[in-house]
Antibody
Framework: QVQLQESGPGLVRPSQTLSLTCTVS??????????WTWMRQYPGKGLEWIAY???????YDNPSLRSRLSISADTSQNQFSLTLNSVTVADTAIYYC????????????WGQGTLVTVSS | EIVLAQSPGTLSLSPGERATLSCRAS???????LAWYQQKPGQAPRLLIY???KRATGIPDRFSGSGSGTDFTLTISRLEPEDFAVYHC?????????FGQGTRVEIK
C-alpha cells in the first residue's frame, strides 16, 4: 500500500522560498511506472498542477511557475521535493504530492496535503 | 492552455435523484484524456473516472462518465448521502494539465 506524506513549513514570508518534501513508502520512486507529482489547491477549491518528475529524472512543469520552480528526487531517501522561490500571498494553498500512474496518466494516490500560508 | 469550464457551479439535489455535471473544454481533448474527481472537506481529491468514461478501481457503477472532443459529462444515477461533495474535471491531453473550477453537489 503506497503512502505519500508531505512535510515542510506551514508559514513562509513573502519573497522567501517555499520548500516541501514528499516521503514515499510502499513503492520505490525509482519504479518506472509512475510520475511523482506536485499539485496545489487554492482556498475556495481551484486545483493547479505544478510539476512532475519521472523515475528517470525527466521533469515537466507548469510554464506559469517555471521561472520560480525546482523539483528534485532523492532515491536514497525515497523522497521528492519542491522548491518555489519568491513566493507571494498568491502561493497560499494546500500542496499535495501525488503519484500518477504512467500507463493511465492520472493520479492513483495522493498525500493528505499540507497547508502553506504566505504571510508577513 | 486548455481551459475547462464546469457547470453548474452548485447543484442542489435530494438523495435518490440523478446528478448531471458538465465539463466543457476550450479546445479538443485528444484521446479523451479527461478525468473526474470527487473531493470531500478536508480530504484530497479521489479519482472517479479517467479516459472520459472508465471507472477507477472501487468506484460504484452509479458514477458514469461520457463525452468526447470538448464536451464531457459526469452522471451520478442515484445520489447517495456520501455523494454530496465537490467534483472536479481535469484534462491530461496537453503537456499542461488543467482543472475545472469544480461543481458543488449539495443536499436540497
Amino acid at each position: 500500500q503506497v503512502q505519500l506524506q508531505e512535510s515542510g513549513p506551514g508559514l513562509v514570508r513573502p519573497s522567501q522560498t517555499l520548500s516541501l518534501t514528499c516521503t514515499v513508502s510502499g513503492v520505490s520512486i525509482s519504479s518506472g511506472d509512475f510520475l511523482w507529482t506536485w499539485m496545489r489547491q487554492y482556498p475556495g477549491k481551484g486545483l493547479e498542477w505544478i510539476a512532475y518528475i519521472s523515475s528517470s529524472g525527466s521533469i515537466y512543469d507548469n510554464p506559469s511557475l517555471r521561472s520560480r520552480l525546482s523539483i528534485s528526487a532523492d532515491t536514497s531517501q525515497n523522497q521528492f521535493s519542491l522548491t518555489l522561490n519568491s513566493v507571494t500571498v498568491a502561493d497560499t494553498a494546500i500542496y499535495y504530492c501525488v503519484r500518477v500512474l504512467l500507463i493511465r496518466g492520472v493520479p492513483d494516490s495522493w498525500g493528505q496535503g499540507t497547508l502553506v500560508t504566505v504571510s508577513s | 492552455e486548455i481551459v475547462l469550464a464546469q457547470s453548474p457551479g452548485t447543484l442542489s439535489l435530494s438523495p435518490g435523484e440523478r446528478a448531471t455535471l458538465s465539463c466543457r473544454a476550450s479546445e479538443r481533448i485528444n484521446s479523451n484524456y479527461l478525468a473526474w474527481y470527487q473531493q470531500k472537506p478536508g480530504q484530497a481529491p479521489r479519482l472517479l473516472i479517467y479516459g472520459a468514461s472508465k471507472r477507477a478501481t472501487g468506484i460504484p457503477d452509479r458514477f458514469s462518465g461520457s463525452g468526447s472532443g470538448t464536451d464531457f459529462t459526469l452522471t451520478i444515477s442515484r445520489l447517495e448521502p456520501e455523494d454530496f461533495a465537490v467534483y472536479h474535471c481535469q484534462q491530461y491531453s496537453s503537456s499542461l494539465w488543467t482543472f475545472g473550477q469544480g461543481t458543488r453537489v449539495e443536499i436540497k
